[in-house]
């Protein structure tokens, strides 16, 4: 269900606004309406069922694309210890569809996860990356970007240590970054939930100049609308906090979000249209029907999760001006 509603983050106010601002009409050619997504595809790279191609239609209309659950390597990859691996053949079957639809992608530089070892290529670890269009943005591969903090196993705060993806806008040298997260699962993890969110917040609070934006982005695995309120520091906000439904499955959970600080003096115009894409709608015109009844009718969970995913992809719009 897509909202249509326009929040403005600009000048330290936030306002609903009926129309688009007039500041948006006269935006530089080379900068559109920037549209975001995020997408907890699960267990990309270990399902050999996943339909890449269907996975990747839902992201076509995307200029920037988070991905969570990347479970291997698209690419031969050196880790910073000096270890190595081959391309994961599932991993690199997706970013070849993506490839194709015209995305670049930048890709963390080793997984992450809550155990004591990484480099399994396997469901305890993932990898982050982003899929983006290079028209439209250039990544900034500087200090600021990358995990935000070590070890990225077994950390003390995070069940998955976050990674920051730093842009530029192309043709206005204006910065926007994205935090791409995954955090502590399960009803019994509420208080780890809330020591991520702390500790997000102090780090970007120290690291990253006030008048730069940055979104929380990611699957949250909050538990309601409740959870959402407790964690949120003063000025934050989420464009999900209505906890619209972002599972696939009969239970209602909002899992994923879009987290951002209303009260930061950024050149960032976060226009509505937040929608959360029904997956189970959208991959029914890509079954193979020699495949038997189409596994989301009736939705049969642990059959769909394989062939797409057990999330729901949301997104968002933003806009840039120069204050």
Avoid at 83 to 92: K, P
Avoid at 133 to 139: C, L
């Amino acid at each position: 269900m897509k909202k249509n509603f326009t929040l403005l983050v600009l000048l330290g106010a936030v306002a609903c606004m009926p129309d688009v601002p007039d500041s948006m009409q006269n935006m530089p050619s080379s900068v559109s309406t920037i549209r975001v997504c995020s997408f907890n595809i699960a267990f990309l790279g270990l399902y050999t069922r996943k339909d890449n191609e269907a996975v990747a239609s839902v992201l076509a209309p995307c200029d920037i694309a988070l991905i969570q659950e990347l479970t291997a390597p698209p690419e031969d990859v050196v880790y910073p210890d000096g270890d190595s691996d081959a391309a994961d053949a599932e991993a690199r079957a997706f970013f070849s569809e993506m490839a194709a639809l015209g995305f670049s992608y930048w890709l963390s530089e080793e997984d992450t996860g809550p155990g004591d070892s990484l480099h399994s290529a396997g469901s305890d670890t993932e990898w982050w990356t982003v899929f983006y269009r290079d028209d439209v943005v250039t990544p900034q591969f500087g200090s600021l970007a990358g995990f935000i903090d070590e070890p990225h196993a077994a950390h003390d705060v995070f069940a998955r240590v976050p990674y920051a993806f730093r842009f530029e806008i192309v043709g206005m040298a204006l910065p926007v970054m994205f935090l791409n997260v995954h955090l502590a699962a399960g009803a019994d993890a509420t208080v780890a939930r809330a020591d991520e969110f702390a500790f997000m917040f102090q780090w970007i609070a120290g690291a990253i100049p006030p008048d730069e934006a940055v979104f929380i982005v990611g699957d949250m695995n909050l538990s309601g609308a409740a959870e959402l309120a407790s964690v949120l520091s003063e000025n934050w906000t989420s464009l999900n906090a209505q906890c619209e439904k972002t599972n696939t499955a009969s239970s209602h959970e909002c899992y994923d979000h879009v987290i951002f600080d209303t009260s930061k003096q950024t050149s960032v115009v976060v226009i509505g249209s937040f929608e959360v894409i029904d997956l189970v709608d959208e991959m029914r015109v890509f079954w193979d029907v020699s495949l038997g009844p189409y596994v989301g009718d009736p939705y049969v969970h642990d059959e769909f999760l394989q062939y797409y995913s057990d999330h729901r992809p949301i997104s968002f719009e933003f806009s840039v001006e120069r204050l």
